[in-house]
């Protein structure tokens, strides 16, 4: 079975082939864009190519060669038969003379788009072939008449001419493989693969224009990819940067609140001072009907009196107890080998108004009652009674614009009067300096002995009372002032150590914490061993971190406290 070139008709032999060729050059082609006629079916195809290459696409191409018109005068089948045939041998002419990929020497518009048209137009051209029963009725045509209107065919590359198709099939894949799409595998014509997507080409400028694009696009990809990396990273930043800001503001409300609540538990929370803890106590006691309102106003008025004149009511003093110590240790104490105690010292507790931060100007009261009645310090403090409280705040504020120790002054904000604002041995050294008595600082800033106790502390208190020993004296009363002790959250007064049959250390310590009601149980005439208990502190009961002594010495010189100025203390 052999198949027509141009309308794709099957017939039997070659020379049914011949006959049916001729009925394709009976009839004159038009051109079915311009009408162009008198010319032979190559010319028409290369003329539709060329001048009509716009318009030809497949589906405007398949309308248009249908509608062609024949001059012939024959029956509309015959028409219509002859449009179809004309419309397979355009298409077959452009399958061949228009490879997919055309060399530099062919139009320029003669590119890719022949292939489109080329395939989409024969594959539509089949779709109207005749039926089998007119494929074979062109048997009887002679030879002779289709070899003298049959034109061979031509080469669209070289212009090289071959006698069949089938020839110059051959000589285009053969000569022009490389212009192909697939050339050939006996060609021999060298292949280059694609290193990125493995495509294969057979011209190297073909190759070198495929990977251009190909880097092209991983450029832009890579440009994309840095704005989304940019814009990632911008968008990181903002998230950091929002991260911080609230955890700033966390840190801030923290600070804030840590710092409020150190200022209301230690007085500066501009809560009022002395006078009104006292008043809002007593109003208390009013509403309560513990206190009638004529004693309301009588104790009011006593206070009022001595926060004008600056002296201490004496209602929280005790007096007395360093003699009935004496007198216990001399006749009592069966197991205590000696003791000494300080020179003598009245006991100063707390009262309502300066409940809960008033303990270290109540030690200043204790050891200040000392002084008064030690005749080597009676000429720096001529005249002093024992201050109050909001006195003893006024003389503080009054060393501070002197110059004494402006960190202190910094940090209570240059203010205690009015305020709750607590006091340690800084500030108790700062006021004894001022009234030129002479005073160290001694600092142990760490634990010596096991468990966190303290027994250089005792060491240093059993040194600083034992330089007077008398003799073999179990009970030695010294003239050294009592010493002022100090940690965190409480201050107390030592006014003696007691050293037991056992070599163990206890030191003898007043307590501002401690009301008049249990120290005037000292005073007894036989103290009982159990009331000593609250005034006894081993080395197992000072555990705390940090303690802080202020020790007096003597009295200053006016040289010696300017010098004293900018003199703390010293660590041990």
């Given at each position: ?12 032999s070659e020379p049914d082939m011949k006959a049916h060729l001729v009925v394709h050059m009976e009839s004159e082609v038009v051109c079915p864009f311009c009408k162009l006629s008198g010319i032979n079916y190559d010319e028409m195809c290369f003329h539709i190519e060329t001048a009509h290459f716009e318009q030809n696409t497949p589906e405007r191409n398949l309308e248009r060669l249908n509608a062609i018109q ?9 028409t219509r038969q002859s449009t179809t045939e004309v419309n397979s041998s355009i298409h077959s002419a452009c399958a061949l003379n228009f490879p997919k990929h055309p060399a530099q020497h062919l139009p320029k518009d003669g590119t890719l788009k022949h292939e489109a048209l080329c395939a989409g137009s024969i594959t539509e051209s089949r779709k109207y072939s005749k039926s089998p029963e007119k494929q ?437």
């Open positions: 079975m052999l198949s027509c070139d141009i309308c794709g008709e099957m017939v039997t024949y001059e012939n005068p024959d029956s509309k089948n015959t074979f009725g062109l048997s009887a045509v002679q030879e002779s008449i289709y070899e003298t209107t049959y034109s061979s065919p031509e080469c669209p590359f070289c212009g090289k001419t071959e006698g069949r198709s089938q020839d110059m099939e051959m000589h285009v894949k053969t000569k022009h493989a490389n212009l192909l799409e697939t050339p050939l595998e006996d060609c021999h014509q060298p292949l280059y693969d694609c290193p990125m997507c493995g495509l294969v080409c057979t011209n190297y400028h073909i190759l070198q224009e495929h990977v251009d694009l190909h880097l092209d696009e991983s450029s832009f990809q890579q440009g994309m990819d840095r704005v989304q990396c940019s814009g990632d990273r911008e968008l990181a930043e903002q998230l950091q940067q929002e991260e911080d800001r609230k955890r700033k503001s966390e840190e801030s409300r923290q600070e804030r609140e840590e710092f409020q609540k150190l200022q209301r538990q230690y007085g500066l929370d501009n809560s009022g001072g002395y006078k009104q803890q006292q008043l809002r106590h007593l109003e208390r006691e009013v509403n309560r009907g513990r206190v009638l309102p004529s004693e309301f106003h009588s104790r009011k008025a006593d206070m009022m009196e001595s926060i004008a004149i600056g002296i201490d009511d004496g209602k929280t003093k005790t007096s007395g107890i360093i003699e009935a110590l004496h007198r216990y240790y001399q006749n009592t104490a069966t197991d205590v080998r000696c003791v000494w105690l300080s020179a003598m010292v009245d006991h100063f507790h707390s009262s309502y108004g300066d409940k809960g931060w008033g303990c270290g100007y109540r030690n200043f009261q204790m050891l200040l009652s000392s002084l008064l009645q030690n005749d080597v310090y009676g000429d720096c403090l001529k005249g002093m009674s024992i201050p109050c409280i909001p006195k003893i705040q006024s003389m503080i504020e009054d060393a501070w614009k002197e110059g004494f120790d402006p960190q202190g002054a910094c940090q209570l904000n240059n203010r205690l009067q009015g305020t709750k604002a607590w006091i340690g041995a800084c500030e108790i050294y700062t006021l004894l300096t001022s009234l030129r008595v002479k005073c160290r600082i001694i600092d142990f800033h760490k634990s010596t002995g096991p468990s966190g106790t303290h027994p250089r502390l005792f060491e240093w208190i059993l040194n600083y009372y034992s330089s007077e020993r008398e003799g073999n004296s179990k009970v030695v009363c010294t003239s050294k002032p009592p010493v002022y002790l100090q940690h965190q959250g409480h201050s107390r007064t030592i006014v003696g150590i007691e050293e037991r049959k056992n070599r163990t250390l206890c030191l003898l310590i007043f307590d501002p914490g401690c009301p008049s009601r249990e120290m005037q149980k000292l005073l007894k005439q036989d103290i009982e061993a159990g009331s000593l208990r609250q005034l006894r502190k081993s080395v197992g009961n000072l555990k705390h971190k940090q303690y802080q002594i202020v020790a007096v010495e003597g009295v200053l010189s006016p040289d010696e406290k300017l010098v004293s100025v900018s003199v703390l203390g010293e660590v041990v």
